[in-house]
């Protein structure tokens, strides 16, 4: 009598499902890496895979790190923008986490140092008023369709910026703080979203030539149904030209009227 042996094809493919499951878990497991970062002997040039071959900056290691890779991050300051350039899994995040019980800093704030890397001395502008020339490029974009944006801390606090108008309170301004304009002008655009206009006001005469350029700019054009944001682009006596985010087609046009700082 011959006896024949039957496997069930379902068995045999379960095992297949299971030996490759097994497999790509190991394999995902393999892969993940481990990297390192020192603000003391750091170098972005290095492969970071080691205690002796660090990375200098955070950001490196989030601009190399896949999914389920760690950044062992060695005691310090770090002064960086970190935006990830890829994302982690579910059950495969990128983590960052400082070494042992090291204390890691990563702060959004810059050190000013006069004299040094471009910048250059604090001097008194008026009354209490400092000011200080920064290299260029120094302040980045806060968003791509916005001019720049910066905060000033001494000794851990923060200090007001310069303003005009001033306010009663500048930790608090208020619509009826905003200076109002005696005529406003429409120059043009928008182009990629940006328009041109300008502001008179008596209260911006008796300053130089383009004193106020550069500075940012919120009001509130035509029928005030919403504010916007610009950037002064040149003043001369008692008038201001900007640029600013255009977000209605015939709507929000500068005019006499509209409040402004």
Sequence with gaps: MTILKYTPPCKRAGRLLL???VLFFFTSTAMAATYW????????GADGLSMQTPF????????TAAAGDVCLIREGTYREMIRPAASGEPDAPILFRAYEDETVTVSGADTVTPGENGFGAWEIHSGNIYRITLPDGWIPPYAPDQPFSAQVFVSGSMMTEARWPNFPDPTLPRRSDYAIAASGEFLGGPVDGFADGAYTHPGLAGRPDDFFKGA????????EWWG???S???SADDRIMFSYAKRNATQ???EAGDPFM
Aim: proline fraction near 6%; aromatic fraction near 8%.
């Design 37 to 44: 970062v020192s603000a003391v002997d750091g170098d972005d």
């Design 232 to 234: 002064v682009t040149g």
């Design 56 to 63: 200098a900056t955070v950001r490196k290691c989030a601009d």
């Design 216 to 223: 940012r700019m919120s009001f509130a054009p035509g029928f």
């Design 228 to 230: 916007t944001y610009g």
């Design 252 to 254: 929000d046009l500068p």
């Design 19 to 21: 030996a490759a499951a």
